[in-house]
């Protein structure tokens, strides 16, 4: 036996998403519990993302609206069973389905304030069979860090820190045609400026998810630690029975009765592991955590854990404005180019893609195209007066060294544009032509941008009569580099119906368990909505520590 200083019935190692959701039904169930984080912030990446679930069927959609059969139709349409896809299966599936919203009941017993994302956040795929055309996202709703007492500063910094909703947040950028959202939008200021005047700390998105989920979690009585790094799995018999982490510096064993689960995030700041599974992507393009280096990653694989699906990640086009290497996460593009009077092209000047599909499947499709990395998003003089870039609406409000530096280009003419971003003028001129073609016929016929609903979703509401189809025929013509970044890397170990690791050969590593972006993505190589990463995260945790404490057949 080895010599542990110390001993929890579940020791899990990260602090995302699934952590807690383990944690609290651990604890629910009279267990002991502790949470090992790497870094001097609780939140992982799910902190930073927009802490948004894709749970099907969830008891915040009207009656009717969804079913676990129409969720898993559509999932086995868009991630299929691929042999180079081990992290997912029918079966696993269908466990992520049925027991996404059974985990959501767990969590607002426990306190855990959740509620829908909004009416209308489409499917990626939403034209796939079973496709949700209205929304199957929840999210936690704006939360006040004072509630942590003396852990409000150690949880991690989140991507909107202000008292709004995620999704209402995202309409302000349509606020000059909405008295409704000019409202929206003067509440959420005073809420801004009451919350300084009484003292309170506002946050959204990824981190008031991960704040409730805290707050939550230490009132049942879970142990976390931060920066308590994990060294080493510690295995006997075949069986992980425990972990080396720090405590004062020194190392630290602490014995798992129940099982070990990993959910440490991923490996996009392991430049050598991104070279070697990911080649052409930059870790620097990365907005997750600085401690998502892979190293669990590599010591499951060390103890027989087998990585798959490494090739992926939950891409995220973005810009680099300058000084873009301060910013706590940079500019989106995504929602940019899915705007009327924009497109992306490659560095010949050619289009590519729909530029209104899946962040995912866009940045895939850039690092796959061989020449567009980076690629470019050409605009329209009336796109820079009506819409966002890099934060700014409007031409004259764009920083002067945005110019300066050569970030923004910007030409009278398409042919100009051409030689300033590299491309054959001819090339680009006749891109936009058949762009503009196409526009005045009112459709996408090459890559049938503005079909699906999701399309519609990253549009602009008030253009009609397609949301996100419209000419660039208004000089001067822009264009700004796009890159593909990412929220986090998609691949790792591979998993069973319980979330527990497997070795080559199929069978089990004894007491230890994986969920998040630590293991194969149970949703394949394809993200099918918002909170395609979250949320199996906090719904494998979940089933983790029901077969970790032997609830399998217990009503919870």
């Not at 542990?4 to 020791?11: P, Q």
């Not at 799910?46 to 559509?74: C, R």
């Not at 940079?330 to 924009?342: D, I, N, Y």
Request: aromatic fraction near 10%; charged fraction near 20%; hydrophobic fraction near 40%.
């Amino acid at each position: 036996m080895a010599n542990f200083d110390e001993t929890f019935d579940w020791v899990v190692v990260g602090s995302g998403a699934g952590s807690m959701s383990s944690g609290m039904l651990m604890r629910q169930a009279g267990k002991s519990v502790v949470v090992l984080e790497k870094t001097e912030f609780f939140g992982g990446t799910t902190a930073k993302s927009g802490g948004v679930m894709w749970i099907p069927n969830n008891q915040f959609m009207d009656p009717g609206e969804d079913s676990d059969e129409k969720a898993i139709t559509y999932l086995d349409a868009v991630v299929g069973d691929d042999s180079d896809a081990p992290g997912t299966s029918h079966e696993k599936r269908l466990a992520y389905v049925k027991t996404g919203p059974k985990m959501v009941d767990f969590l607002l017993r426990q306190g855990v304030k959740l509620e829908r994302g909004s009416k209308f956040w489409p499917d990626y795929y939403d034209n796939l069979p079973g496709g949700c055309e209205t929304s199957r996202t929840v999210v936690a709703p704006p939360f006040n860090r004072k509630e942590l007492g003396p852990w409000a500063k150690k949880l991690r910094l989140g991507m909107l820190e202000m008292p709004v909703k995620l999704d209402d947040g995202m309409q302000f950028a349509s606020m000059k045609h909405s008295w409704a959202i000019k409202w929206l939008f003067a509440k959420t200021a005073f809420a801004v400026v009451m919350g300084k005047l009484t003292g309170k700390m506002w946050t959204t998105a990824g981190a008031c998810l991960q704040g409730r989920m805290l707050k939550a979690g230490l009132e049942k009585g879970v142990d976390v630690r931060l920066e308590s790094p994990v060294k080493e799995l510690i295995v006997e018999g075949g069986k992980v029975t425990g972990v080396v982490t720090v405590k004062d510096g020194k190392p630290w064993r602490i014995a798992a009765n129940l099982g070990v689960l990993v959910n440490a995030g991923g490996f996009a700041h392991n430049q050598a592991m991104r070279d070697k599974y990911m080649p052409g992507t930059r870790s620097e393009w990365s907005v997750t955590p600085e401690g998502d280096t892979g190293d669990m990653h590599q010591e499951m694989e060390r103890i027989g854990g087998v990585l798959a699906q490494m090739d992926e990640m939950v891409g995220f086009p973005g810009t680099l404005t300058p000084g873009w290497e301060k910013q706590y996460v940079f500019a989106g593009m995504q929602a940019v180019t899915a705007k009327p009077g924009a497109i992306l092209v490659d560095q010949a000047g050619v289009r590519f893609m729909n530029e209104s599909c899946s962040y995912e499947h866009y940045c895939e499709t850039m690092l796959k195209r061989g020449n567009a990395v980076p690629s470019w998003a050409i605009m329209d003089a009336s796109f820079m007066e009506e819409y966002a870039l890099g934060g700014s609406v409007g031409i004259k409000k764009k920083p002067k060294d945005w110019f300066d530096s050569g970030y923004l280009k910007v030409a009278d003419t398409v042919e100009e544009l051409a030689t300033k971003i590299g491309a054959d003028p001819a090339t680009l001129k006749a891109t936009v032509d058949r762009w503009n073609d196409m526009m005045a016929r009112g459709a996408d016929e090459d890559f049938q941008r503005g079909v699906r609903f999701y399309d519609q979703y990253l549009g602009d509401p008030f253009h009609k009569p397609n949301p996100t189809l419209g000419p660039l025929s208004t000089g001067p013509f822009y264009a700004v580099e796009v890159i593909p970044g990412d929220v986090s890397t998609y691949g790792g170990v591979v998993t069973d119906i319980n979330s527990r690791v497997l070795k080559a050969d199929g069978s089990v590593i004894e007491g230890l368990y994986s969920c998040g972006v630590s293991t194969a993505s149970p949703m394949g190589r394809v993200y099918p909505g918002a909170g395609a990463s979250v949320g199996p995260s906090m719904v494998f945790g979940f089933i983790a520590a029901k077969h970790a404490a032997g609830l399998d057949n217990q009503a919870i």
